[in-house]
């Protein structure tokens, strides 16, 4: 029988203290960072989606499990899993199955695990329903949970959707984390690829208040001329964004 336990064995035994070493630096756990007191084994993660894939089957129930264990790589697998199970899923279990993944939010902390899970399960379950919980997700003061609200909704984008896109990244725009700065940038970009006129609409209003990165990440694929034009926008706003009011302070 496929449980929580025998995941962690066969993730354990795949890794290696080289990659753990490696995994602990670039996921910057150490004492004041983001990823503080985060363990890991030192799995890739093409391992762990083999992984996945052979415990494709594996409960809710034990996949809650993993869910709490303070091994990043058995988080992420976990939620690796989860995917699976909602993209197999009839409608009432995929509302099931994202209702879940809500109630986890927190112990979906880390950027890499928001990213493999966010737009393909809570994205994909809003495509047709209301999206307040985003909204909710978006002025949380959990940082992940802030992340879990704008990349979730790469999956509208997918759908040329991207209303809640822009609002979103519009509310981000005061928030003080990197990690949100190129969040909010990333989905940006995702949307201009899609529509670039849309892209540029918001960027002409907005553009000399956004945070360096988020601009960076949002005008990445853009002409490099153009993208000269809009870094060299006068930028007084952005350089005292610390000092504006935000509810996320």
């Keep these: 029988m496929q449980s929580a336990l025998l995941v962690q064995q066969v993730l354990k035994r795949l890794g290696t203290p080289q990659k753990a070493k490696s995994s602990a630096w670039f996921f910057k756990t150490g004492k004041g960072h983001y990823g503080h007191g985060d363990i890991f084994y030192g799995v890739t993660v093409p391992e762990q989606r083999r992984v996945a894939k ?12 993993l869910l709490v264990n303070p091994v990043h790589e058995c988080r992420l697998t976990a939620l690796l899993i989860l995917v699976r199970h909602y993209q197999r899923a009839d409608k009432k279990t995929k509302a099931y199955i994202a209702k879940f993944y809500i ?3 927190k112990q979906i902390n880390n950027w890499d695990l928001v990213d493999a899970s966010a737009s393909y399960i809570l994205g994909a379950e809003l495509l047709d329903k209301k999206r307040d919980i985003l909204y909710k997700l978006a002025r949380s003061k959990n940082l992940w949970e802030r992340r879990i609200a704008i990349v979730s909704t790469h999956a509208f984008i997918r759908c040329n959707d991207f209303t809640d896109t822009f609002k979103i ?18 989905m940006l970009r995702e949307a201009g690829k899609r529509d670039g006129h849309e892209l540029e609409l918001f960027l ?15 005008i990445e694929k853009f002409p490099e001329k153009k993208r000269k034009a809009y870094l060299s926008m006068p930028s007084a706003a952005r350089k005292s964004a610390s000092s504006l009011p935000s509810i996320l302070r």
């Excluded at 002409?204 to 949002?218: D, E, G, H, I, N």
């Design 204 to 218: 002409q209003k907005y553009a000399s208040v956004m945070p360096r990165t988020m601009l960076r990440y949002a």
């Design 103 to 105: 109630s986890r939010a």
């Design 54 to 65: 052979e415990f494709k089957d594996l409960p809710l129930t034990e996949i809650a499990k």
């Design 169 to 186: 990244a519009h509310m981000l725009m005061r928030d003080t984390h990197d990690l949100i700065h190129k969040a909010t940038g990333w």
